[in-house]
Antibody, heavy 120, light 107 residues
Framework: QLQLQESGPGLVKPSETLSLTCSVS??????????WGWIRQPPGKGLEWIGS???????YYNPSLESRVTISVDTSKSQFSLKLRSVTAADTAVYYC????????????WGQGTTVTVSS | DIQLTQSPSSLSASVRDRVTITCRAS??????LNWYQQKPGKAPKLLIY???NLETGVPSRFSGSGSGTDFSFTITSLQPEDIATYYC?????????FGQGTRLEIK
């Protein structure tokens, strides 16, 4: 059974870079039928898609975050990663990774989420 | 960019009630709409994909319908465990958009 697990620092200082990794287990990150994505949820607010990556390395970003975001994949480690630069308090959120089906773009497997707080 | 507008933003209903949430797209999106349930402190859970297809293992009291710009999500007989926030989600030109969510409470 496919499982995703986010990892990374829970506290990041303003203006620094937020870095998270999602580890994929119980399945292949090389699947041609899947994308891998990052979604975040600020406290008390709704879901925001950050971006997605295909195993080949093709990336797709939310235009509102594109200038600050890099998503990468390491197929040898079955991991994909998120870097968000120049963070502010507005980037404080629960960050989720998820599998995205290439057909319907539905996200059927999610990590448990990791809370990242931006504060000095 | 396509916008998704859910209504209502919040809803209070009684156990065994029929509950309907709507999601309106800013332009024709065919049937490319998915629905999720999110309980407090948990990751979202996929319930419906491609507007009307029930995800495996999801109870049959949940259903979805619609195409084009107008979509609906229905719980035919509300159960206490259905208390959650529900989101619609669309995918277009490699970009993903969520509705703002509908918070469902028990009356």
């Amino acid at each position: 059974q496919l499982q995703l697990q986010e990892s990374g620092p829970g506290l990041v200082k303003p203006s620094e870079t937020l870095s998270l990794t999602c580890s994929v287990s119980g399945g292949s990150i090389n699947s041609s039928s899947d994308y891998w994505g990052w979604i975040r949820q600020p406290p008390g607010k709704g879901l925001e898609w950050i971006g997605s990556i295909y195993y080949s390395g093709s990336t797709y970003y939310n235009p509102s975050l594109e200038s600050r975001v890099t998503i990468s994949v390491d197929t040898s480690k079955s991991q994909f990663s998120l870097k968000l630069r120049s963070v502010t308090a507005a980037d404080t959120a629960v960050y989720y990774c998820a599998r995205i089906d290439t057909g319907y773009a539905d996200m059927d497997v999610w990590g448990q989420g990791t809370t990242v707080t931006v504060s000095s | 960019d396509i916008q998704l507008t859910q209504s209502p933003s919040s809803l209070s209903a009684s156990v065994r009630d029929r509950v309907t949430i709507t999601c309106r797209a800013s332009q024709d999106i065919g049937k490319f709409l998915n629905w999720y349930q999110q309980k407090p402190g948990k990751a979202p859970k996929l319930l419906i994909y491609d507007a009307s297809n029930l995800e495996t293992g999801v109870p049959s009291r949940f259903s979805g319908s619609g195409s084009g710009t107008d979509f609906s999500f229905t719980i035919t007989s509300l159960q206490p465990e259905d208390i959650a926030t529900y989101y619609c989600q669309h995918y277009d030109t490699l970009r993903i958009t969520f509705g703002q969510g509908t918070r469902l409470e028990i009356k």
